[in-house]
């Protein structure tokens, strides 16, 4: 039986802290000089040279001055360069603004910093967690967002999770990982955020359940789960493997989702980058493993899916689809280099030991493949190169969690758009079409055909997910649509109904008496 996250969390806190905890935990943010610009130092308002704190900047953060592209001289050359073809890392002589946009994209800010719909940085998309929904600030140069903060308080906040009035920050944003950056990136992440417009929104983030609404119980979860050193270079690697090491760990943060965590949220030691469930979805082994990790892929290969959202071996959807969108494809192709070669330099997750699945539900399964899967998956599993991923062999398919699996099953799912793959190949939602045990049957069957191998899927794993998406099987109306959902729950194949109809707004309308829909069924006996 597993013990409900807040009775965990208020046992902790009764063992780890007192009075200190509800009161005086939070020393006050460093005071701000008496006269003092918009920033903490006057080059940082000028957007000119490097403050003090920020003039060493260690080797393996830059690239090399001979094969570093200039510095581009204000945000939208930045932004110019981000989207041509040969993007290149900035060196030591490029503009805090350009090393700032470049490190803003490292760490996929724009991302959970801007709401469906909304004005990039600006905040307010919904991040769920296991203890509640945490709305994303505004990082814009705003009132309602940065104006009024300095380089201290953003270092502070990057490094101790602490906001500019003294309040602790909620995990959600993970300054976990952040805290690895040295001040020199913070400082230019910070110049980077001050210059884009401003944009006034200021959303009622705090979202979470008593106690979890008590901003001084995150001081347990740091003295648990944060360590504040700074990354400093291995010497017994290479700087490839250090330049990859510092993306991943630091402003990557990738082990913030490919991380099992424990029951307080925080990352489980000693399993790193061997998958983790975040809101409805579980994101993949990122180690060797050569059935549900990346051992099957090259570095290339991992490469090309991080630049352009797909290789022969899967399609960038989801969560991680923004992630390419908005981070890996606006890197320099050393830096994916990097990140592949540390990767795979990780020891790989043990392989779990399964029982077989059913049979009869097996063969359930594969009567469903054939029918909706084969036509674009193919008969063998096999894929359409670069269109439509394989599921023979797919790592994404044997994760020992298969939630982003029947969560592409139940809502579809559409391959992330980039600039070398500008085409959105989708796959449409069957949470309209297949029930609970169906999911489960097609599920466990692709899991367990081709060679490959995983835990048999239940239909109680099924109703669950789909009533966390919202989604309703055999309804007339869905009760959450979705771009994905069409042709629609009124497209099913009922008695009497013309399937000239199919696609468009009459799509299952029973067909009236006597129409050549009915006639022609009586007519061949059906």
Known sequence: MRTHPLIALAVVAAAITTVHVFGQSVPPAPAAPAKKPRHADAALDAHAARPAASTAVPAWLVASAASAASAASSASAAASAASSAGIQRPDATASLLERGRYLAAAGDCQACHTSPGGVPYAGGRPLETPFGTVLSANLTPDASGLKDWNADQ??????EGI?????HLYPAFPYNYFTHMPRADTDALFAYLQSLPPVANRPDRNKLPFPFNIRALVAVWNLLYLDKTTFAADPAHNAQWNRGAYLVEGPGHCAACHTPKTILGGPQKGHDFQGGAFAAWFAPDLTPNGRSGLGGWTRDETVTFLKTGRNPHASATGEMGLVVQDSTSRLADDDLQAIAAYLADRAASPTASMTPPDTAQMKTGEAIFVDECSACHLMRAQGQALAFPPLAHSANAQQADPTTALHIILAGAQAAPTQANPTAFTMPAFAWK???KQVAAVATFVRNEWGNA???VSAEQVAKLRGKLALDAHATQQ???TPLSKPGP???????TDSRDNGSAQAGRVAPAGSAATTGLAASGA
Do not use: E, I, Q, W
């Open 154 to 159: 953003f270092y502070r906040a990057m490094h």
């Open 163 to 167: 906001a500019a009035n003294g309040d």
């Open 434 to 436: 297949l029930d609970d």
């Open 454 to 456: 995983a835990p048999a």
């Open 479 to 481: 009760s959450k649509p």
């Open 490 to 496: 009124n497209t099913v194949g009922l008695p009497d």
